[in-house]
């Protein structure tokens, strides 16, 4: 396993050391070649992760920076890329979607006539109803029709003519 900081913990443990077997410690050179190809690897993807975190780091500051500085193109732009995307999966999932068609085994038999017991007495409570109301304004219009208007009109228009003069 490749160790990215490099510590070794062989090292720093003595029971470690003494637990190797006699095999290992007459073989150094080909362990010691591949440690150090290891540690030459690691500090390479180490460098490698350094140069990315900065890069990463300084493209957020300056999409930051553009975003703070143009915020009108910034919000047109996101709202342009929402309709895309919105009508990308519009159109990508209608024709998906097929509409299936219920066929009732009675075929083309209007049921509507079986509500109409249902429905009868709340169309004669309508009508009573209307007649009702009927009745009550055409009484209003009746009694409007005795009002005498000059008899409030008649002091307005002598208290207008004294202003008018």
Same mark, same amino acid.
């Given at each position: ?32 070649? *591949?440690?150090? !190809? ?5 500090? $390479?993807?180490?460098?490698?992760? /350094?140069?990315?975190? @900065?890069?990463? %780091? ?22 342009? *890329?929402?309709? !895309? ?5 519009? $159109?990508?999932?209608?024709?998906? /979607?097929?509409?299936? @068609?219920?066929? %009732? ?61």
């Amino acid at each position: 396993m490749i160790n990215p900081n490099g510590d070794e913990f062989m090292n720093d443990d003595p029971l470690a050391a003494s637990m190797r077997s006699s095999e290992e410690q007459g073989s150094e050179e080909t362990p010691g070649r *591949l440690r150090q !190809a290891a540690d030459k690897v690691s500090n $390479y993807a180490g460098d490698a992760w /350094e140069q990315t975190r @900065e890069r990463a %780091s300084l493209a957020r500051e300056r999409t930051e920076f553009f975003l703070r500085e143009n915020p009108v193109p910034t919000v047109i732009g996101a709202l342009a *890329l929402g309709v !895309a995307i919105g009508l990308a999966i519009r $159109y990508s999932s209608s024709s998906a /979607e097929k509409e299936v @068609e219920v066929k %009732s085994p009675l075929g083309n038999l209007d049921l509507s006539i079986l509500s109409l017991p249902f429905l009868w007495p709340f169309f004669k409570s309508v009508r009573r109803k209307y007649e009702d109301a009927a009745d009550v304004v055409g009484d209003q219009v009746d009694r409007m029709k005795k009002v005498d208007v000059d008899r409030y009109v008649k002091p307005l228009r002598k208290k207008w003519k004294s202003w008018a003069n």
